[in-house]
Structures are given as structure tokens and as C-alpha cells.
């Protein structure tokens, strides 16, 4: 039985391709679509199993190219003879097979079998980014982890967490911070960069357009000192829909061989908002940090040391277990002080964790206002202002945790209950 054919191929070299196709054993064209709204439509409506797609297609990214692969669509290359600059356009946008629109159809008819008969959808798999966007790099080094912070509403100090870890780690290895929270991003301010430079939305949009390798995501990514990198987040909450789940999964990867660690500063919004929406197709708010806490390969959950920070902290916990995460977690808990919890703090939340949410493992760090304001005013890192401060000891010992073991991403596991 034949395989149903899908071609987006504008150019002079069109009608030929398809009499190639048609040559084949085993294919058939079924709509040759005028451009990618066309090609979106047939694939949502089950007409075709694989798609030809050029690189000089309009309006042709990674989230269309995601959109094709969640319709169950295959998706090929095809490039015009000595177009080089599209051949690699199209591999890095993520396409494991390209092909050249003169190819003989006996040829194309191997490659197509290539493409079906293997196991993936046609990109290439997130953790192995093709070889020509990576330069030269020690084979046997391993890639960089990505740790998340993350925590529930309330201002626990995600943001300050975050950074902080980030900077510690800096003075252990190189380090890239990433701000990408949708909702109020913060770490350009923190640290009295411009937030107006382009950051983390420059690099989603070109990864969106296939045109993000290393040597750009460093450009993107400025030196702040220390070892420590920064993508700076959106300056504007109304822009979260520049940052697509498929571009945010492509930037961590490459994240994974520009540094040893990358630091991610999450949004709290973890509900899967695609299920309140008819559109299944429309970009998500919340598909950031879903996907952020999905690529992750450590997790630090972070909770405010009083009676509310607490409860949205055990109810945070219990919400991450109906999505994927990493199998190495800590809980932390800010902010800690006896003027809100009573007399001896950590051995009161300590026991309440421990009854009421089975938390036996929590870093504390201590409610330091003076040593976190004096820094946020000097827009620089406890490290710098503050470095004798019961908070910066504090954050030196959790970073102490991750720098000391580190482990392959190759090891890390998946956490996910049923819903």
C-alpha cells in the first residue's frame, strides 16, 4: 500500500519533484499544498504521512515543523541542487532528511524509506543537535545540566534562588542563567543589565527560524563576570507568546554545550492550559516552564518559610506530580525566620513538612531582607555585596550540592503520576 505524500515545495523545480515521487514504489502525492497554512491544514486533516518541505518555504520554523510531527506527519528536506545555505537552514531546524529537488527517484525512494521505516518523526532528537551547529568540542566531555527553579505564587524568591545558585556555580564552572518567566521576569533588573536587549526571545526566534548555533546563542548570551552568562527574559509579560515550547526545548540543548551549568528561572504556572482551550494547536503560557521542568536534569522547588508559603509549597509539590519532572529534587524553603513560624523555624517546618507532606530532605535559607535589598539596589549578586551573609552561606552550600556530583544526563530519571 502506498504512503500518502504532502509537498510544500514553492519554485520552478516543483512539478518535477512530484513526477519523481510518483516514479517511486510506494508513495504517492496526495495534495501539493501552495504554501505552509495549506500544508498545516491537510496534515490536521489526516490526508498525508509524509511531508516534503523546502527551505525556501514561507513562514516555514521549528513550531510548524512541531505542529507537523504532532499530526503524525514524517517530515523531509528539499533543497534546490547547490543550495547549501537551505540544506543546513533545514538541519537546524531539527530535519534528519533532506534531499536534492534533481534527485533520481530510485534514490528519493531510499531516502523516503529512511525517514519511514525508522523510529523518529523526522527531527532530529533534542539531546543530539546535528554536528555542524556545535563547534569543535571534546567528544568525551559531558553535556551541561540544567537545573530548575521552580515554585508556587507568592513571591518565594524564585528569581533571587535562582540567581544566586546561578552565581555560585559560576565560581565553580561556566554557568548560564536563564530567565524564563512569563509572567514577571526579573534577573535583567537584578542585575542592571538593559531589559530591553533582546535575550532569551532573540534566541527563541532564532531557533524558531533554524538559524541559532553556538556562536549565536553566545552573542545572546553576554558574560555578566565570574563564568556566569545571562539570557535576560521578556521584557514585557504581553510577549510570552515569542517564546514557543519547541524553541525553548532547542535552546536548552544547545544551553547543554555552551556551558557546564544552566540555571533556569521558572514561571509559577505549571496547569497544562492547552486542555482549557479549544485550539490544542495555540501557543501555551504555561509551555515554558512545562517544558523547562520536562528537559530539566534537576529540580529545586522553592517555598516561603511562613503559614501561606507553606501551604502553597506542600499543594506546589503535590501539582508537580501530574506533570514530568526531574527525578532529582529539593525542596527549599525561603525566607525562613521565627517571627513568622515561632521560636526555633526550621525545626517547626521541618516537622510540618515531614507530617504533613513526607518532605525529610529540605534546604533552609535564612530571612536576610538587608543583605537582598542592599544587592537588588547595587544590581549585583550576594556573592558581591554580601558575601559574609547567613543567605550567601546558605546559597554556597545548596550550590555546593550540585557541583560536587555530577551526573550524565544519560542517568537522569522521569517523575510522573497519573492523572
Same mark, same amino acid.
Request: hydrophobic share 45%; with cysteine; glycine share 10%.
Given at each position: 500500500?502506498?504512503?500518502?505524500?504532502?509537498?510544500?515545495?514553492?519554485?520552478?523545480?516543483?512539478?518535477?519533484?512530484?513526477?519523481?515521487?510518483?516514479?517511486?514504489?510506494?508513495?504517492?502525492?496526495?495534495?501539493?499544498?501552495?504554501? +505552509?497554512?495549506?500544508?498545516?491544514?491537510?496534515? @490536521?486533516? $489526516?490526508?498525508?504521512? %509524509? !511531508? =516534503?518541505?523546502? /527551505?525556501?518555504?514561507? *513562514?516555514?520554523?521549528?513550531?510548524?515543523?512541531?505542529?507537523?510531527?504532532?499530526?503524525?506527519?514524517?517530515?523531509?528536506?528539499?533543497?534546490?541542487?547547490?543550495?547549501?545555505?537551505?540544506?543546513?537552514?533545514?538541519?537546524?531546524?531539527?530535519?534528519?532528511?533532506?534531499?536534492?529537488?534533481?534527485?533520481?527517484?530510485?534514490?528519493?525512494?531510499?531516502?523516503?524509506?529512511?525517514?519511514?521505516?525508522?523510529?523518529?518523526?523526522?527531527?532530529?532528537?533534542?539531546?543530539?543537535?546535528?554536528?555542524?551547529?556545535?563547534?569543535?568540542?571534546?567528544?568525551?566531555?559531558?553535556?551541561?545540566?540544567? +537545573?530548575?527553579?521552580?515554585?508556587?505564587?507568592? @513571591?518565594? $524568591?524564585?528569581?533571587? %534562588? !535562582? =540567581?544566586?545558585? /546561578?552565581?555560585?556555580? *559560576?565560581?565553580?564552572?561556566?554557568?548560564?542563567?536563564?530567565?524564563?518567566?512569563?509572567?514577571?521576569?526579573?534577573?535583567?533588573?537584578?542585575?542592571?543589565?538593559?531589559?530591553?536587549?533582546?535575550?532569551?526571545?532573540?534566541?527563541?526566534?532564532?531557533?524558531?527560524?533554524?538559524?541559532?548555533?553556538?556562536?549565536?546563542?553566545?552573542?545572546?548570551?553576554?558574560?555578566?563576570?565570574?563564568?556566569?552568562?545571562?539570557?535576560?527574559?521578556?521584557?514585557?509579560?504581553?510577549?510570552?507568546?515569542?517564546?514557543?515550547?519547541?524553541?525553548?526545548?532547542?535552546?536548552?540543548?544547545?544551553?547543554?554545550? +555552551?556551558?557546564?551549568?544552566?540555571?533556569?528561572?521558572?514561571?509559577?504556572?505549571?496547569?497544562?492550559?492547552?486542555?482549557?482551550?479549544?485550539?490544542?494547536?495555540?501557543?501555551?503560557?504555561?509551555?515554558?516552564?512545562?517544558?523547562?521542568?520536562?528537559?530539566?536534569?534537576?529540580?529545586?522547588?522553592?517555598?516561603?518559610?511562613?503559614?501561606?508559603?507553606?501551604?502553597?509549597?506542600?499543594?506546589?509539590?503535590?501539582?508537580?506530580?501530574?506533570?514530568?519532572?526531574?527525578?532529582?529534587?529539593?525542596?527549599?524553603?525561603?525566607?525562613?525566620?521565627?517571627?513568622?513560624?515561632?521560636?526555633?523555624?526550621?525545626?517547626?517546618?521541618?516537622?510540618?513538612?515531614?507530617?504533613?507532606?513526607?518532605?525529610?530532605?529540605?534546604?533552609?535559607?535564612?530571612?536576610?531582607?538587608?543583605?537582598?535589598?542592599?544587592?537588588?539596589?547595587?544590581?549585583?549578586?550576594?556573592?558581591?555585596?554580601?558575601?559574609?551573609?547567613?543567605?550567601?552561606?546558605?546559597?554556597?552550600?545548596?550550590?555546593?550540592?550540585?557541583?560536587?556530583?555530577?551526573?550524565?544526563?544519560?542517568?537522569?530519571?522521569?517523575?510522573?503520576?497519573?492523572?
Amino acid at each position: 500500500m502506498s504512503r500518502t505524500v504532502l509537498t510544500a515545495v514553492p519554485g520552478p523545480w516543483e512539478s518535477d519533484l512530484v513526477t519523481t515521487v510518483e516514479g517511486t514504489d510506494g508513495y504517492a502525492v496526495v495534495r501539493r499544498c501552495a504554501d +505552509l497554512p495549506d500544508l498545516l491544514a491537510a496534515a @490536521a486533516a $489526516g490526508l498525508g504521512e %509524509v !511531508a =516534503l518541505v523546502s /527551505a525556501d518555504l514561507r *513562514a516555514l520554523d521549528r513550531a510548524a515543523l512541531h505542529e507537523l510531527t504532532q499530526h503524525s506527519v514524517l517530515v523531509a528536506g528539499v533543497v534546490a541542487p547547490g543550495d547549501e545555505m537551505g540544506e543546513r537552514r533545514l538541519r537546524q531546524l531539527g530535519l534528519e532528511v533532506v534531499v536534492v529537488a534533481d534527485t533520481p527517484a530510485p534514490d528519493l525512494q531510499d531516502r523516503l524509506d529512511e525517514l519511514t521505516e525508522g523510529a523518529g518523526t523526522g527531527l532530529s532528537p533534542d539531546d543530539e543537535p546535528p554536528p555542524e551547529e556545535l563547534p569543535a568540542a571534546d567528544p568525551d566531555a559531558e553535556p551541561g545540566r540544567v +537545573l530548575a527553579v521552580w515554585g508556587p505564587t507568592g @513571591a518565594p $524568591g524564585r528569581s533571587t %534562588v !535562582a =540567581l544566586n545558585l /546561578a552565581v555560585e556555580l *559560576a565560581s565553580r564552572a561556566p554557568t548560564l542563567l536563564v530567565d524564563l518567566d512569563t509572567y514577571g521576569s526579573s534577573q535583567a533588573q537584578a542585575l542592571g543589565l538593559l531589559d530591553e536587549a533582546p535575550g532569551v526571545a532573540a534566541a527563541c526566534r532564532a531557533a524558531d527560524q533554524g538559524t541559532l548555533d553556538l556562536p549565536a546563542l553566545a552573542r545572546l548570551a553576554p558574560e555578566v563576570g565570574g563564568g556566569l552568562r545571562i539570557l535576560t527574559g521578556i521584557p514585557r509579560a504581553h510577549r510570552w507568546t515569542e517564546l514557543r515550547a519547541p524553541s525553548v526545548a532547542h535552546v536548552l540543548t544547545l544551553a547543554r554545550q +555552551l556551558v557546564r551549568f544552566v540555571v533556569v528561572d521558572c514561571g509559577f504556572g505549571i496547569e497544562d492550559d492547552e486542555e482549557l482551550s479549544y485550539d490544542t494547536i495555540a501557543p501555551r503560557r504555561n509551555a515554558t516552564t512545562l517544558t523547562t521542568l520536562e528537559e530539566a536534569d534537576e529540580l529545586v522547588v522553592v517555598g516561603a518559610g511562613d503559614p501561606v508559603g507553606l501551604q502553597r509549597l506542600v499543594r506546589g509539590v503535590q501539582d508537580l506530580g501530574v506533570v514530568p519532572t526531574p527525578a532529582s529534587r529539593v525542596v527549599v524553603v525561603n525566607k525562613v525566620r521565627a517571627a513568622a513560624v515561632g521560636s526555633h523555624p526550621e525545626r517547626r517546618i521541618s516537622e510540618a513538612l515531614g507530617r504533613f507532606a513526607g518532605m525529610d530532605d529540605v534546604v533552609f535559607l535564612p530571612w536576610d531582607p538587608a543583605a537582598v535589598d542592599g544587592a537588588m539596589l547595587a544590581g549585583t549578586s550576594l556573592a558581591e555585596h554580601a558575601p559574609q551573609s547567613p543567605l550567601r552561606r546558605a546559597v554556597t552550600s545548596l550550590a555546593d550540592r550540585y557541583a560536587a556530583q555530577p551526573v550524565s544526563r544519560r542517568e537522569r530519571g522521569r517523575v510522573r503520576l497519573g492523572r
